[in-house]
């Protein structure tokens, strides 16, 4: 079997999630996968589904140099009655794009509070 059979899964999955620049090359008995996630999710997930077929990470056969896409941000200071499905309505984004843009500041997206300086990603 080889390689490519063998993570067929993990780049499929990497064609779905839409990595751009996705290369996948097999050179002396290394699978090498390469490219550039929309975001931190996306690349987690990626690791993921490679820990799901190598759950020790013993096999040694994969190289993924996967790179998240840097978004502009805007900011945001946070006001009273505010959600973040509010903020990300109004400036055309989802909630879940805030949260996973200011995950060093926001521990549950239910609770934010009044003067939080929110980083809003742009496209």
């Given at each position: 079997?080889?390689?490519?059979?063998?993570?067929?899964?993990?780049?499929?999955?990497?064609?779905?999630?839409?990595?751009?620049?996705?290369?996948?090359?097999?050179?002396?008995?290394?699978?090498?996968?390469?490219?550039?996630?929309?975001s931190?999710?996306?690349?987690?997930?990626?690791?993921?589904?490679?820990?799901?077929?190598?759950?020790?990470?013993?096999?040694?056969?994969?190289?993924?140099?996967?790179?998240?896409?840097?978004r502009?941000?805007?900011?945001?200071?946070?006001?009273?009655?505010?959600?973040?499905?509010?903020?990300?309505?109004?400036?055309?984004?989802?909630?879940?794009?805030?949260?996973?843009?200011?995950?060093?500041?926001?521990?549950?997206?239910?609770l934010?509070?009044?003067?939080?300086?929110?980083?809003?990603?742009?496209?």
């Amino acid at each position: 079997m080889s390689l490519q059979d063998k993570y067929k899964e993990l780049t499929d999955l990497a064609n779905n999630l839409g990595i751009s620049n996705l290369e996948v090359r097999e050179q002396d008995n290394v699978l090498y996968i390469d490219g550039t996630a929309k975001s931190a999710a996306n690349k987690e997930e990626l690791w993921n589904a490679y820990g799901k077929i190598d759950p020790e990470f013993r096999s040694a056969d994969v190289v993924m140099n996967i790179a998240v896409v840097e978004r502009e941000a805007t900011e945001y200071t946070v006001k009273s009655g505010d959600s973040l499905s509010k903020i990300g309505k109004l400036h055309g984004v989802s909630w879940q794009d805030i949260f996973e843009a200011n995950k060093d500041l926001i521990k549950n997206p239910d609770l934010i509070q009044p003067g939080w300086k929110l980083k809003i990603p742009t496209m």
